[in-house]
Nanobody
Framework: VQLVESGGGLVQAGGSLRLSCTAS????????VGWFRRAPGKERDFVTA????????NYADSVKGRFTISRDNAKNTVYLQMNSLKPEDTAVYYC????????????????WGQGIQVTVSS
């Protein structure tokens, strides 16, 4: 499985962005997909994840109510809709996938995108 992110960029605080992650290999109900981020000088943090088959999701407290993960089965693509963006959301965002249920821990994910920069100006 290869993952490719798109949709990052520069946005003002309060604005919105939608990230996309398209898988080259087939992702099916056996997989979970997630988004992680790494801010400058910080560790890679969990943002959100989804069980591809059942659709159950989980979010980091810092993004609850602002970010939404979704998927398009036909396009083999997962999205991250980010609203009400804050400067502290500035980071490189990574899409990840694993066989099995969703986890919060990045080390349990087997497949990774190259990362995409999101910058929120104040």
């Amino acid at each position: 499985v290869q993952l490719v992110e798109s949709g990052g960029g520069l946005v003002q605080a309060g604005g919105s962005l939608r990230l996309s992650c398209t898988a080259s290999g087939r992702i099916n109900s056996d997989y979970a997909v997630g988004w992680f981020r790494r801010a400058p000088g910080k560790e890679r943090d969990f943002v959100t994840a989804m069980d591809w088959g059942g659709g159950s999701t989980n979010y980091a407290d810092s993004v609850k109510g602002r970010f939404t993960i979704s998927r398009d089965n036909a396009k083999n693509t997962v999205y991250l809709q980010m609203n009400s963006l804050k400067p502290e959301d500035t980071a490189v965002y990574y899409c990840a996938a694993r066989r099995g249920i969703l986890y919060f821990t990045w080390a349990l994910y087997d497949y990774w995108g190259q990362g995409i920069q999101v910058t929120v100006s104040s």
